[in-house]
């Protein structure tokens, strides 16, 4: 049997970095078997087309293989929990924010706290804890300010709004105006004096007693012309500068008003009381010019010949917001003195009320 010697001296085989990677993991794989090295560079026999593995390398490859594979397992189940974790942490802060009214600070809790785990995002109060620096925590409790300076303890967000959800419902059930101290700004003040709700309740039952203490004819005015109740009304004696845009102005007219119904018989409707208010005439100047319509007489009825004259037109002309109405009433004065003066007399038509729009039509007599 010949040996065979095949002369490979003639063959130039490339070097290449894949093929020193190569050499040098077989090279590894042999030392862990106490064999030799392959030597680096040009092999004295060709290699074959198919990579030779021994079973050790194999194994090694694929415990390493195993090992990678667990990793990334384990990196991707890390990443879902924590991805969790953020997900119910923004859903849970995102309710205790809409509870204390800071919706608008969702986007920036999430981003800069949540995401960074600058705290402990599972415990909503230490995420509250972080934003109390900012700009929409400060005006949303503004009452913590007012209450330090005073020497008051800072209330924490729970409590604060608890405190205003007890004066919120203080105030319902003792049957005063929805839009009464429907705001948070609006309890400001009571958090700033530290108010209890028994002191606020006290508050609203002298407000209901100074309802009762009212003129009632000025009570009727306000429900007569603008539905206004007990329940309004005792919300202005709580706080008349909370209520003063409207219902001052619409107890300057009910005043009027009153005073028209008692000393001259006269239903104002509430733009003309209103009118009145507006050009400064006072309850004791609407008495008076009330009482002098009250003493017109015959004056305020139609004699053959005459234009009835409406309430209105009656009052305009004794408060100097009608001429035409003022001119016409000295009109008939005139004329009443003379008639009598002359001995004659009056065919007179039947006075007749209707509502608030005239005070003397009928048929002539």
């Not at 603008?226 to 300057?252: C, K, M």
């Not at 309850?283 to 053959?304: D, N, V, W, Y």
């Not at 035409?324 to 004065?333: C, G, M, N, S």
Request: proline letters at 4%; charged letters at 25%.
């Amino acid at each position: 049997m010949t040996d065979f010697n095949p002369d490979f001296s003639g063959v130039e085989i490339q070097s290449s970095p894949e093929l020193e990677a190569y050499l040098a993991g077989v090279n590894a794989s042999l030392a862990s078997v106490g064999a030799g090295p392959m030597p680096s560079g040009t092999p004295e026999s060709a290699q074959p087309e198919e990579e030779q593995v021994s079973p050790e390398e194999r194994r090694i490859r694929d415990y390493l293989k195993q090992i990678e594979e667990e990793n990334r397992r384990r990196d991707f189940e890390q990443a879902r929990i924590r991805e969790e974790r953020r997900r119910d942490a923004r859903q849970t802060i995102l309710k205790v924010l809409g509870d204390y009214g800071l919706d608008s600070l969702g986007e920036y809790i999430y981003n800069e706290i949540i995401v960074k785990e600058v705290v402990n995002i599972q415990d909503p109060n230490a995420v509250i804890y972080a934003i109390r620096e900012r700009p929409e925590y400060q005006q949303r409790f503004a009452g913590n300010a007012a209450r330090m300076k005073k020497g008051l303890a800072e209330l924490d967000p729970a409590s604060y709004v608890a405190l205003e959800n007890s004066y919120r419902m203080l105030l319902q059930s003792n049957g005063l105006p929805a839009n009464f101290y429907d705001q948070t700004g609006d309890f400001q003040a009571l958090i700033e004096g530290d108010v209890s709700p028994s002191e606020l309740q006290q508050r609203v039952e002298q407000g209901y007693r100074a309802v009762a203490d009212a003129d009632p004819e000025v009570v009727r005015q306000m429900r007569t012309l603008y539905g206004v109740g007990e329940g309004e009304l005792a919300a202005y004696f709580l706080d008349p500068a909370r209520t003063a845009p409207l219902l001052t102005r619409q107890a300057r007219a009910a005043q009027i008003a009153a005073r028209g119904q008692e000393q001259a018989g006269i239903q104002l409707t509430g733009g003309l009381a209103e009118d009145l208010a507006r050009r400064g005439l006072t309850e004791a100047e609407a008495a008076k010019g009330f009482q002098e319509i009250g003493g017109l007489g015959e004056l305020r009825q139609t004699f053959a010949g005459e234009q009835a004259l409406t309430e209105e037109q009656l009052v305009g002309g004794q408060f100097g917001i009608d001429v035409q109405a003022q001119q016409e009433l000295d009109r008939r004065r005139r004329g009443r003195v003379a008639q009598f003066a002359g001995g004659g007399t009056f065919a007179r038509t039947t006075g007749e009320t209707s509502g608030s729009t005239r005070l003397a039509v009928g048929e002539a007599q």
